[in-house]
């Protein structure tokens, strides 16, 4: 199993911009170091707690610190922007990253950004759907183009003023070919989009802020969509994205990760609790659609939400994880504000160091295991 990192980054907004922005900086920096496999970022607009504005923009001064982990969106938000401007910034990066790109994509989830932009009454999964099929058009096709889906809303030709011995009216095109790996975040119980994912080959990374048990739904769906495309639906394209505090000490993961009320991770909660309630989407935290909202507390989201502990501790949550969800390809370490440095640092080591290789022997004794049955 992979280990990748992600981060929603949800900052105190008295905190210093400058410093928020280095801090999640250093942690992709960080990751890099101990062989996380990619890091996701988000972006917002119009939130002062979500600093990062643009996920391009603050992943390509990443490219020259970074060696090996591959620098993934997460995502870019495709009801922002016309998927001309985002086809080319995508094509552009994935060659100044070497090929070391995914693409995750959505349709942009916050109400304040829509309003900000003048389209909080449009719907923005519709933009989004027809925003990819004109990405992956300019990115399959040639100048002049001559993009005219039906029912989409974007039309692209450079038939006008293409010039080719010049290169004018050229898109261009991703280094990695036919296009960089593209993922997207589910976040619903048995969401239908994944199911739409799994028919064109995107991959699904489930959110870290859903509760475990819903988790086995994105799979089933996601297979779905594959076998209704002919094809084999492969765990390895599955990313499961958990809140994870590591520590030396049981007593200090409790209190850092769970109890303290300064705790980033239950700073985090409460401001994304606060965030879904206000737009109807609590249910991500629900063990069934009848839970009373009353109990939806911090204590309790952050309860079932963070995994932590000493290393054998988090091994033995991941383990059971997996047990509950199936297979998945790669465990994705969602990051919250440094509120301590050197615990945070400490976290991501142990998880690298520590925890994975633990978690990936044990997989490993377990299809042994489970290989002789078969033969008996």
Not at 76 to 83: A, K, M, Q, R, V
Not at 192 to 198: D, E, L, N, S, T
Not at 313 to 319: E, I
């Amino acid at each position: 199993m992979r280990l990748g990192f992600a981060t929603m980054p949800v900052h105190p907004v008295a905190r210093d911009w400058r410093h928020t922005l280095r801090e999640d900086q250093e942690a992709v920096i960080l990751a890099d170091k101990l062989g996380y496999f990619d890091a996701f970022v988000g972006e917002h607009i119009a939130d002062r707690a979500e600093t990062i504005t643009n996920s391009f923009i603050f992943l390509a001064s990443l490219i020259p610190l970074t060696h090996n982990i591959k620098l993934a969106t997460g995502t870019s938000n495709l009801s922002h922007t016309h998927p001309v401007l985002v086809a080319a910034h995508a094509a552009m990066f994935d060659h100044l990253a070497n090929g070391r790109f995914i693409f995750g994509i959505s349709p942009g989830a916050l109400a304040a950004d829509a309003e900000a932009l003048g389209m909080l009454g449009e719907d923005r999964t519709k933009i989004f759907e027809e925003a990819i099929d004109v990405i992956l058009e300019i990115w399959s096709r040639e100048p002049p183009y001559d993009i005219d889906l039906p029912n989409n809303r974007f039309k692209v030709s450079t038939a006008r003023t293409t010039v080719p011995e010049l290169g004018v009216g050229y898109l261009s095109k991703p280094l990695q070919r036919p296009r960089p790996e593209i993922v997207g975040t589910v976040v619903a119980p048995f969401s239908k989009g994944v199911v739409a994912m799994g028919r064109r080959d995107f991959h699904p990374l489930s959110a870290h802020f859903l509760l475990a048990r819903w988790l086995k739904s994105h799979w089933e769906n996601y297979a779905q969509g594959k076998r209704e495309a002919g094809q084999v639906p492969l765990p390895s394209e599955w990313r499961v994205a958990r809140t994870i505090f590591v520590a030396d000490d049981d007593r200090v993961a409790e209190r850092y990760g769970c109890t303290d009320e300064a705790s980033p991770y239950r700073f985090f909660y409460k401001q994304l609790a606060a965030k879904l309630t206000r737009s109807g989407r609590q249910g991500v935290f629900k063990t069934h659609r009848e839970q009373p909202d009353s109990e939806i507390t911090t204590d309790y989201i952050v309860d079932n939400l963070v995994i932590r502990g000493s290393v054998s501790k988090v091994v033995d949550q991941l383990l059971a994880l997996r047990n509950e969800t199936g297979d998945f390809g790669e465990l994705v370490y969602a990051s919250v504000d440094w509120t301590d440095p050197v615990l945070a640092r400490r976290s991501m080591e142990l998880m690298a160091t520590e925890v994975m290789p633990r978690v990936n022997a044990a997989i490993g004794r377990q299809a042994v295991s489970e290989k002789a049955s078969a033969a008996d």
